[in-house]
């Protein structure tokens, strides 16, 4: 069966056996293995799936284009969704959230709920290649060991996310099986618990953004990328606005050689809910 979508992705639909169940191993065997934490019945400590093991699971051919750095090169890429993977796994029933960690720090979220809407897949694929023989031709870098992509070729409503680049981490070393509600505990309680319609929608854009490097309140989940606290980037947010304004749409530009990723396409509202976020909405 083939799916047409757009007009440079091509899916086609690879007839696998389904498992119940991924074999999970206890230790890591290679490098390449998928680390697995988090709720997962039966299991306190942390669990390995292999490639091969991931192959298992049912695959879809998605070609894609600029990705990985290949400009208009077209990649052939065999994925995985992640709605497979998290039925495959054995995930306790209060779990509801994904969350990948890179190991350079970075980190994505994927609640269960993003998974039919915007359709993640991890990448076991390139090229017909495993990761032990990333990168490709075609590819300035390295993704591996593991890449997660989304794609408004594969989900129209990847489109519609302010940050869909935060949805695509690569580096990928291991995946927490979570729970929304705790990972994120500390932006819903004390001075977060009542916020006003702007700091509900910064606390969104802080979750799906900027968490990706930066951990957030009171330790909550997020990526260590950055290691500018919470309680710096809340300063800079309440009494110097106009600074904090200018470095998150453009950090060269304050900063020569910050590393932070540029965001010149927030507009006003939306960099005025991630301050009313940061600050609480001015609680004190």
Excluded at 37 to 55: H, I, N, R, W
Excluded at 192 to 205: C, F, N, P, Q
Aim: hydrophobic share 40%; proline share 7%.
């Amino acid at each position: 069966m083939v799916y047409l979508v757009g007009l440079c992705s091509t899916l086609t639909m690879v007839a696998r056996a389904a498992t119940d169940r991924l074999m999970l191993n206890a230790d890591r065997h290679s490098p390449f293995d998928l680390e697995i934490t988090g709720l997962l019945k039966d299991e306190t400590e942390a669990v390995y799936v292999s490639q091969a093991d991931l192959a298992v699971l049912p695959s879809t051919e998605v070609a894609l284009t600029g990705e990985f750095g290949s400009g208009d090169t077209p990649l052939a890429l065999t994925v995985v969704w992640l709605a497979d993977l998290w039925a495959a796994l054995p995930v306790q029933s209060s779990a509801d959230t994904l969350l990948a960690r890179c190991k350079d720090g970075y980190f994505s979220v994927y609640q269960q709920g993003q998974f039919a809407e915007l359709k993640p897949f991890l990448v076991v694929k390139i090229n017909g290649q495993g990761p032990e023989k990333w990168p490709p031709a075609g590819v300035r870098y390295n993704p591996g060991p593991h890449v997660i992509l989304v794609s408004s070729k594969v989900a129209p409503a990847v489109a519609d996310l302010l940050d869909a680049g935060h949805k695509k981490p690569w580096g990928v070393t291991s995946i927490e099986v979570a729970r929304f509600a705790d990972s994120f505990q500390p932006a819903f309680t004390g001075k977060w618990t009542k916020l006003s319609a702007a700091g509900e929608l910064g606390r969104d854009i802080w979750i799906n953004s900027c968490a990706s490097c930066h951990v957030g309140p009171e330790q909550m989940s997020g990526g260590t990328k950055s290691a500018r606290p919470f309680e710096v980037v809340a300063a800079h947010a309440r009494y110097n606005r106009d600074y904090f304004e200018r470095y998150v749409r453009d950090p060269q530009s304050t900063m020569p050689g910050a590393k932070m990723e540029a965001h010149p396409h927030y507009n006003d509202e939306q960099m005025a809910a991630l301050v009313a976020f940061i600050t609480a909405d001015g609680a004190p």
